[in-house]
């Protein structure tokens, strides 16, 4: 609906968004901090995807959860869970998700499979 009603406030709110995101992800790597990286990251996506900007956008996300799972990986990451969006118990989750309804070109029948395809499994 804000598209229709104001396609140009509409592309320049996510420019905004985009912007911000990049700053805090800059910000998150200076600290060290890989989950908030990845998030920003992910958010990055988000606003790439609302500006039609696909490709930058999957490279956002695929680039999100290769830094999540590296962090954890090498034991920079807590277990804690972090609600990012209903559903998703991390940012890896979220990040497979967009990579897998947004930039795979093979349809694919729900999480388990999704998150099979990236050799994760949800306990």
């Not at 990986?73 to 609600?83: M, P, S």
């Not at 497979?96 to 093979?106: F, I």
Request: proline share 3%.
């Amino acid at each position: 609906v804000l598209a229709d009603a104001d396609p140009a406030g509409h592309r320049a709110a996510y420019s905004r968004a985009l912007q911000e995101f990049r700053q805090a992800e800059m910000l998150f790597r200076g600290q060290k901090m890989p989950a908030n990286m990845a998030k920003s990251l992910v958010g990055e996506g988000e606003a790439l995807l609302s500006l039609d900007a696909h490709k930058p956008a999957c490279e956002r996300f695929s680039e999100a959860l290769r830094l999540y799972n590296d962090a954890k990986a090498e034991g920079r990451l807590t277990d804690r869970v972090v609600i990012l969006a209903s559903g998703y118990r991390s940012i890896a989750e979220l990040a497979m998700a967009y990579l897998c309804s947004k930039c795979m070109p093979e349809a694919w029948k729900g999480a388990k499979e999704c998150y099979s395809r990236f050799g994760y499994r949800r306990d």
